[in-house]
């Protein structure tokens, strides 16, 4: 009704990640679990170690160099892959990076603080601020904001897991790759299924779908919140993307599915699941998943095989989107 389409190629972006990341079939895991999995590697994207926040950071760093910015600011958990990636970037285009990491209860400790994605943080030169449990990040990235300003420096802060309308934007080129490789490949493809944290992944997604005319539905895994509460989260970010897209918010509706079955305890947490969910994928495809994110993710998709609510014989395209490097920081589970 009146509202202007946006055109979506003409939105500033730096070009980072290795596009189009494959699409593959998963021959091995598709047997055990009955049914057709493909992967979406977006593990590969080329940065870093790869990862979903380097298609994420090609819109927000546009924004930060048009801005002027000489410092990335942003938050996460201690083991954040978003951290790592943003760290990456920084380092790439000559730009400070600030990191505000918060500790997270019952999480294994013997390699939590200085492996995995801590090491990797060091190594791209990022300056971490370590929080301990509970204590308030927004509050204190805002005092650092503050600091850097009157220090005459030029902060730029990137939301957690740098998921905000800009941030979203990476995902809906993703849609775009997938819609195309799905043309290309001559599938068909009946679920999209992927860990959702911060929502932005699943939001952007939704909403390249979406604007494409396309009808897959997608199923976000919860990491961290419970069913209702990802709802929101995804539903109000999608709303928020559509409307500067230039599509009615209203097209959302019916679109967000989650699921928080397979959280375990908390976020960052381990459970049983995981583990067996990420030594499989492993030993049958040799591909790398992590304990936070695509294990749980994959642990979903997994249980809801085994219980028929995902069809024997249905086409499942698993949205890999990296974080292995924090499995060096669990490596008393494995
Ligand atoms: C951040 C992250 C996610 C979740 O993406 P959101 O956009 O925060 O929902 C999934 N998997 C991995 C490996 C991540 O690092």
Redesign the pocket.
Known sequence: MGRKKTNFDAIPRVNIAHLPTPLEYAPRLSEELGCHLYFKRDDCTGLAGG???VRKLEYLLADAKNQGADTLVTIGGLQS??ARQTAAVAAKYGLSCELILDDIEGTPKSDYYHNGNVLLDNLFGANIHRLDIGQDCDAYAETLIKKLTSDERKPYLIPI?G?NVMGGYGYIRCANEIIQQIETQKLKIDQIVL????????AGLLAGLIAAGSNIPVLGICVSKTTEDQKDLVGSLLRDILKNIGLEPELAKGKVNCNDNYVGESYGVITDAMISAVKDTAQLEGILL?PV??GKAMAGLMDLCNQGIIKAGSNQLFLH???SPALFSYCEIF
């Open positions: 990862g979903n926040k892959n978003h897991g998921s860990a959702t944290g911060s929502a932005g992944t699943q992590d994110y695509t989107t990296g974080g």
